[in-house]
T-cell receptor, first 112, second 113 residues
Framework: GENVEQHPSTLSVQEGDSAVIKCTYSDSASNYFPWYKQELGKGPQLIIDIRSNVGEKKDQRIAVTLNKTAKHFSLHITETQPEDSAVYFC???????????FGTGTRLKVLA | DTAVSQTPKYLVTQMGNDKSIKCEQNLGHDTMYWYKQDSKKFLKIMFS???????INETVPNRFSPKSPDKAHLNLHINSLELGDSAVYFC????????????FGQGTRLTVV
């Protein structure tokens, strides 16, 4: 069945260091890969997304890379700040599927 | 100007009771979803609706009955609540069919005692 694996489950970094979270998807039809940030007591919020016709996308300190052949995609956060501490989810979807398959989440802690 | 709003935010109830969660979106989206987030933070699709029609039911027990009176609203009614139903329930919406950004509500934390 459809599955998205996400690693690591927890990640602690020092403020200013980089953080990398990796995901692997199983459904070859997936062509849309969003990343969500969930802060305590709130709903997931999109921080960046990528489509399968693009290999990399960057938005200030956040970047996402996609390897379609290997079915891998990764989130890179540079110059981490304490406010980056949250749970991050990757997901996979495609138009017409009417769902998003989420990874199991990564709890990121940025230590000041 | 909340895009996806759910009520209530917290719900504490006894086993066996029936409860409802309401969701409304003002984004003009055709597709709406219910997701369940368990204690390990895993987000699992329960239902998806498109323009008031049920599209996906991910093997959810019959005690859960979604209802969409119009495409801006998707409510979730739960009968005979069980301890295992305790979780955070999220409503979300997107452009038709998925494959674009999904917007999530703030969640409803349901605790069954």
């Amino acid at each position: 069945g459809e599955n998205v694996e996400q690693h690591p489950s927890t990640l602690s970094v020092q403020e200013g260091d980089s953080a990398v979270i990796k995901c692997t998807y199983s459904d070859s039809a997936s062509n849309y890969f969003p990343w969500y940030k969930q802060e305590l007591g709130k709903g997931p919020q999109l921080i960046i997304d990528i489509r399968s016709n693009v290999g990399e996308k960057k938005d200030q300190r956040i970047a996402v890379t996609l390897n379609k052949t290997a079915k891998h995609f990764s989130l890179h956060i540079t110059e981490t700040q304490p406010e980056d501490s949250a749970v991050y989810f990757c997901a996979a979807s495609f138009s017409g599927t009417y769902k998003y398959i989420f990874g199991t989440g990564t709890r990121l802690k940025v230590l000041a | 100007d909340t895009a996806v709003s759910q009520t209530p935010k917290y719900l504490v109830t006894q086993m066996g009771n029936d409860k409802s969660i309401k969701c409304e979106q003002n984004l003009g989206h055709d597709t709406m979803y219910w997701y369940k987030q368990d204690s390990k933070k895993f987000l699992k699709i329960m239902f998806s609706y498109n323009n008031k029609e049920l599209i996906i039911n991910e093997t959810v027990p019959n005690r859960f009955s979604p209802k969409s009176p119009d495409k801006a609203h998707l409510n979730l009614h739960i009968n005979s609540l069980e301890l295992g139903d305790s979780a955070v329930y999220f409503c979300a919406s997107s452009q038709p069919g998925g494959g674009t950004e999904a917007f999530f509500g703030q969640g409803t934390r349901l605790t069954v005692v």
